[in-house]
């Protein structure tokens, strides 16, 4: 069993900080790419960000020059800063891994429980 449990998430006023991290657990054999996606009120879940296991990223648009992605392969953990967030940043933020478990070595996409950020005033 493999899980993905996010933290870091809370209330935060346009243009200030938060950092998510994700550690994933369980009988873990590799991960592969690590991301993270996020789903405003009434709109369709959306890549922000992700990370290759040799530490390459790629970032949308909407984020570039904002947000950082970064791994710890030794913690199975990734992280999200957020710096200079805007009220359109409010959203569920979530983990999503390819996961190989030791249990038959085939990679399985696996998603966090997700993590509120709220950008206001």
């Known amino acids: 069993q493999v899980q993905l449990v996010e933290s870091g998430g809370g209330l935060v006023q346009p243009g200030g900080s938060l950092r998510l991290s994700c550690a994933a657990s369980?009988?873990?054999?590799?991960?592969?790419?690590m991301g993270w996606y996020r789903q405003a009120p009434g709109k369709q879940r959306e890549l922000v960000a992700y990370?290759?296991?040799?530490?390459?990223?790629d970032y949308v648009d909407f984020v570039k020059g904002r947000f950082t992605i970064s791994r710890d392969n030794a913690k199975n953990t990734v992280y999200l800063q957020m710096n200079s967030l805007k009220p359109e940043d409010t959203a569920v933020y979530y983990c999503n891994a390819g996961v190989t478990p030791y249990s038959d070595y085939r990679e399985y996409d696996y998603w966090g429980q997700g993590t509120q950020v709220t950008v206001s005033s």
């Open positions: 990370i290759t296991s040799d530490g390459s990223t």
């Open positions: 369980g009988s873990i054999f590799s991960i592969n790419v």
